[in-house]
């Protein structure tokens, strides 16, 4: 059973730093490209970042450009998100997702399994 796992989630002040992991399991992680989601409070879910599934590239949503770091460590089976310099509109729950394909896809509806979250909460 294809199963993901988040952690890392947490509290953090504007401005600060988490890392996001993601351990996936009952398939073979090193051939799906990755995505992370997040989904605030009365908001659509919204793609963060993906990675392929070599990690030669990747994608990020305009918001999170420079501050966010996907990366994939396919020896140990780990998705990680490292996000810098937090702002209160990071606020969300997020997930991770594996696509069902090599190649990253910034259309959510290309990726079929879900985790089931680790929630993010920036504020002062």
């Known amino acids: 059973q294809e199963k993901l796992v988040e952690s890392g989630g947490g509290l953090v002040q504007p401005g600060g730093s988490l890392k996001l992991s993601c351990a996936p399991s009952?398939?073979?992680?090193?051939?799906?490209?990755m995505g992370w989601f997040r989904r605030a409070p009365g908001k659509a879910s919204e793609l963060v970042a993906a990675?392929?599934?070599?990690?030669?590239?990747?994608y990020y949503t305009d918001a999170v450009k420079g501050r966010f770091t996907i990366s994939r460590d396919n020896d140990r089976d780990t998705l990680n998100l490292e996000m810098n310099d937090l702002r209160t509109e990071d606020t969300a729950l997020y997930s991770c997702?594996?696509?069902?394909?090599?190649?990253?896809?910034?259309?959510?509806?290309?990726?079929?399994?879900w985790g089931q979250g680790t929630q993010v909460t920036v504020t002062s």
């Open positions: 990675i392929s599934s070599n990690g030669d590239s990747s």
């Open positions: 009952g398939f073979n992680f090193d051939i799906y490209a």
């Open positions: 997702a594996k696509r069902r394909g090599a190649r990253f896809s910034i259309a959510p509806q290309s990726y079929d399994n």
